[in-house]
Structure formats: C-alpha cells, structure tokens
C-alpha cells in the first residue's frame, strides 16, 4: 500500500526512554524524516536519516532504520514534559521533493 | 528571516463561500507545498510547485480547489464553493533545492467552515 503506518498513542514517565515506531512502504526512498508538530504550530524537522545508514544520533534522539523490514524508530532519552507532541515519520521518495506522512503518533509525557 | 507565512490564521467562513488561502514561502527557495491536516486523513499532501510550476496535484481533492504561485514569493490556494468537509488547517511548507533539505513549515490556517 502508500500508507507510512505509526501508532496513534505513546505515554511515558518524564526520564524515560521514548520509542516511536514507523514502518514505511517504498524500499526505494532515500530519505526517511522525523518531525515534531506542538499544539497550534506546525510541523518542525527533528531529524532526517540518509537510506544508506542504519543509525544515526544527535544528542537524545537516536534514529534507527531497518531497510530490509521497512522500519524507522526514533528513540529520546531522557524524555522531558516539553517533548510532549506528535511525532510524524515521513519517506522520501524518488519523485522530488514530496514527502508521505504517517498519521503521527502523540506522545504524552508524565512527570 | 521570518520563516514560511500564511495568512489567515484562523477563517470561519459559510458554506458555499469562496475560501482563499495564502503563503509566502521562505526567500530562496524554490519548492513550496500545500498540506492539509485533519484529525481522520493526517497530514496530505494537495499540491506542490518547484520554480512556480506545478508538478503534482494527484492530492488536490477535487475540482472546487485550486492553487496558483504567480511568482516565487507568493502562492494562494483557493476552495470555492466551500463545504464544511473542507474545515481543516492547511499547511504552507518550502524548500531549497532537492535534496534533502528540510521543508519549513508555515504555522497553519485553520478553516472552519460553517
């Protein structure tokens, strides 16, 4: 299918690690992003991996990308009330500059 | 610089109204996008132009929407007639290039039609 797929729901306690899932359909996209979208606003580039690597890292945010199983997680340590938001994974594909979304997954935050 | 803006920011119009949308994308870039957000679709993508030139508009529900980008520094989408399936906020996003460059998003309009 063309859907890119994420669960709706995340809760964590504040200082835990979050993980977010997403599974995307294209083998052939050559980009794979994570955006973060706070309440009222709109969406902000978090981080972005190239197809060829399997992990990238930048400070909490830890990317993970399985190409064989089509699967993108974004692991943040530490998680604090402020990352409270939606996430959005979305791929690449080889057609300019379009991106397709997933439904975004709202992670809340407890302390 | 000021970022991607769209104006309205917020517009309640009636069914049947003309709807007219507008963004100003960053200075230099050369790709701008139109989304639409709603809590049952997420995010789609309607419409996208690189140099002012449509390149794909598969997204663009039907034929009472329509965008134009006159130049590089201004772009409108208009929904005319409206409906109140059309309320949802429409996100204005552009780019530099084509590579892997972020796209910046606007921060929304949000219709609500009535």
């Known amino acids: 299918g063309e859907d890119v797929e994420q669960s709706l729901f995340l809760s964590v306690r504040e200082g835990d690690s979050s993980v977010i899932n997403c599974t995307y359909t294209?083998?052939?996209?050559?980009?794979l992003y994570w955006y973060k979208q706070e309440p009222g606003a709109g969406l902000q580039l978090l981080t972005y991996?190239?197809?060829?690597?399997d992990m990238k890292q930048d400070q909490r945010l830890t990317v993970l990308l399985n190409k064989k199983d089509k699967h993108l997680s974004l692991r943040i340590a530490d998680t604090q009330t402020g990352d409270s938001a939606i996430y959005f994974c979305a791929e690449r594909r080889n057609q300019g500059g379009k991106l397709i979304f997933g439904q975004g997954t709202e992670l809340s935050v407890k302390p | 610089d000021a970022g991607v803006i769209q104006s309205p920011r917020h517009e309640v119009t009636e069914m049947g109204q003309e709807v007219t949308l507008r963004c100003k994308p960053i200075s230099g870039h050369n790709s701008l996008f139109w989304y639409r957000q709603t809590m049952m679709r997420g995010l789609e993508l309607l419409i996208y132009?690189?140099?002012?030139?449509?390149?794909?508009d598969s997204g663009m529900p039907e034929d009472r929407f329509s965008a134009k980008m006159p130049n590089a520094s201004f772009s409108t989408l208009k929904i005319q007639p409206s409906e109140p399936r059309d309320s949802a906020v429409y996100f204005c996003?552009?780019?530099?290039?084509?590579?892997?460059?972020?796209?910046?998003f606007g921060p929304g309009t949000r219709l609500t039609v009535l």
């Open positions: 132009f690189n140099n002012n030139v449509p390149i794909d």
């Open positions: 996003a552009s780019i530099q290039g084509a590579t892997y460059n972020e796209q910046f």
């Open positions: 294209d083998s052939s996209s050559t980009y």
């Open positions: 991996i190239f197809s060829n690597m």
